[in-house]
C-alpha cells in the first residue's frame, strides 16, 4: 500500500471516530428506520422521476405531478427526522471543508517542495 493509501486510510479512521460523523451515522440510520420518512422519499424520489422524465422528453411537467412533488418535499422537510439529518450533514460537511482545505494546504506545501515521492 502506498503512502498516500495509507495516510487517506487514517484520516478516514479518524473522521469515522468524531462525534458529528456518529452523529450523522445515528441520523441516516433513524431515517432509514422511520416508515414515514422512507414512504415519503420514496415518493419524492418517483415524483421527481416522472418530472425528468417529462423534461427529457421535451415536455413540461404537468401542474398536479409538480404540485406533488413540492407536497411531498415539504412534508419532507417539514419531518424532525430529515431535519436531524440535515443538521448533522450541515455539521459533518463543517469538518470536511476544513480537512479539504488542509489537504489543498498540504498539496500546495508538496508541489512546492523538491522532494518527489514515487508511488
Not at 431535519?83 to 480537512?99: E, G, H, P, Y
Amino acid at each position: 500500500m502506498s503512502e498516500i493509501e495509507g495516510v487517506a486510510g487514517s484520516l478516514g479512521r479518524a473522521l469515522g471516530r468524531t462525534p458529528e460523523y456518529r452523529t450523522l451515522a445515528r441520523a441516516l440510520e433513524n431515517a432509514d428506520a422511520d416508515r414515514e420518512i422512507v414512504a415519503l422519499r420514496n415518493e419524492v424520489g418517483e415524483l421527481e422521476r416522472r418530472l425528468q422524465e417529462a423534461i427529457a422528453g421535451g415536455r413540461e411537467p404537468d401542474k398536479e405531478t409538480m404540485e406533488q412533488f413540492e407536497a411531498a418535499v415539504g412534508r419532507l422537510q417539514a419531518s424532525s427526522v430529515y431535519q436531524s439529518v440535515v443538521a448533522a450533514q450541515t455539521n459533518f460537511d463543517k469538518i470536511m471543508r476544513r480537512v479539504d482545505a488542509e489537504i489543498q494546504n498540504g498539496m500546495r506545501e508538496g508541489a512546492a517542495s523538491r522532494i518527489i515521492l514515487t508511488t
